[in-house]
């Protein structure tokens, strides 16, 4: 299997975002870090990597996440994975309810921010909704 190694503009390009945004995405742990390339030598990325920084700037998106909360969802799910990992190891009954313990809290917060935004969300719909309902009394009014 050949692994193709892309560099940064063309990763950028692909993604539609800028290089620089990749670069900082890197330093927030979001993305593979550059530290296992040589000091000077090109940023080169696979295809889990652009599959990983769609994923990242979907879920910004989407979600109107702060990079801070990006980061949060992005650690738990990291977690997630990696206790996934570990009940395909085919451990004991102790060991897996030890590992959906650990799941449990990493998901309520993956929860509780898609919830935040569901609210902040619902809030400013709720706020239009009373401006076009003002806009429509007007409206009714002015056509007496």
């Known amino acids: 299997m050949s692994v193709t190694a892309l560099r940064i503009g063309e990763v950028a390009q692909r993604v539609g ?11 927030l742990g979001l993305l593979g870090s550059g530290t296992e390339r040589e000091k000077g030598s090109h940023r080169t990325y696979a295809e889990t990597d652009v599959a990983r920084l769609q994923e990242l700037i979907r879920l910004r998106d989407l979600l109107g996440l702060t990079l801070e909360e990006l980061v949060e969802l992005a650690e738990a799910e990291e977690a997630r994975a990696a206790l ?28 509780a921010l898609v919830r935040n935004r569901q609210a902040t969300l619902g809030e400013f719909a709720a706020e239009l909704e009373e401006k076009l309902s003002r806009l429509r009394r007007r409206r009714r009014g002015l056509l007496r």
């Open 17 to 27: 975002v800028t290089p620089r945004t990749i670069r900082y995405y890197e330093e």
């Open 84 to 111: 996934r990992d570990r009940w395909e190891e085919d451990p004991s009954d102790e060991e897996r309810l030890r590992i959906v313990e650990a799941a449990i809290p990493h998901v309520e917060r993956q929860l």
